[in-house]
Every structure is written in structure tokens, then in C-alpha cells.
Nanobody
Framework: QVQLVESGGGLVQTGGSLRLSCVCS????????MGWFRQAPGKERDFVAT????????YYGDSAKGRFTISRDNAKRTVYLQMNNLKPEDPAVYYC????????????????????WGQGTQVTVSS
């Protein structure tokens, strides 16, 4: 059973930054792609970003392009989401998820089944 634990959420002012972290329990972390999603109250879950198992490839949702950066450190079994210039539309619970399909990341990652999910970390943006 893969366990994922997110951290780094909190309250930040509009225009501020946060870095989310997600630590994986699985020693084979470096063999599968990872994604970040978010869900605001009353809204559907939204794809944010994904990164390949090597870290060489990344793909972003429209809301994240130009502001967020996904990265990973396989030695630490951790994936990160650096969020800059946070906006009033960004508050949500942010989840990391593991994609064990072995498929290349890209647009298909938006709706691809991610087998394991973390418990989420809350991000709040004040104006």
C-alpha cells in the first residue's frame, strides 16, 4: 500500500508563495509519475500538474501554467509544488497522487486513474 503525505499548505496573501511537499512511503517511488490535483468546496477536482518518474518531463493544467512548478527528489521520495503569485481562485485542498500506469505524462494525465492519493493539504489565499 502506497502512502502519500502532503504538507506545506496554509494561509497566504494574494501574490504570495507556498511550497507543497508530498512524501511517499514506497521505495519504488522513483518508478512512477506523480501528480498534483486540487478541489475547492462545491467544485470538481481539478488537475494541476504532473511529473514523470525521472523528473525530466512535466505537464501543467491551465491554472498552473507560468505560476506553479512541479519537481521531485527521488532520493527523498518527495514531490513538490512551488506555487507563486497565488490568486483568489487558488484556494482549495491540494492532493498529490501516484500514477502507476507507466504511460507517458501529458494531456491524458488530467483524467488518468491515479491509484494512490494523499489526504490533502489546505491552501487559503487572503486578499
Amino acid at each position: 500500500q502506497v502512502q502519500l503525505v502532503e504538507s506545506g499548505g496554509g494561509l497566504v496573501q494574494t501574490g504570495g508563495s507556498l511550497r507543497l511537499s508530498c512524501v511517499c512511503s514506497e521505495p519504488t517511488f522513483g518508478t512512477f509519475s506523480m501528480g498534483w490535483f486540487r478541489q475547492a468546496p462545491g467544485k470538481e477536482r481539478d488537475f494541476v500538474a504532473t511529473i514523470s518518474w525521472t523528473g525530466d518531463e512535466t505537464y501543467y493544467g491551465d491554472s498552473a501554467k507560468g505560476r506553479f512548478t512541479i519537481s521531485r527528489d527521488n532520493a527523498k521520495r518527495t514531490v513538490y509544488l512551488q506555487m507563486n503569485n497565488l490568486k483568489p481562485e487558488d484556494p482549495a485542498v491540494y492532493y498529490c497522487a501516484a500514477d502507476l500506469s507507466g504511460l507517458r505524462i501529458g494531456a491524458g494525465s488530467r483524467t488518468r486513474t491515479h491509484e494512490y492519493w494523499g489526504q490533502g493539504t489546505q491552501v487559503t489565499v487572503s486578499s
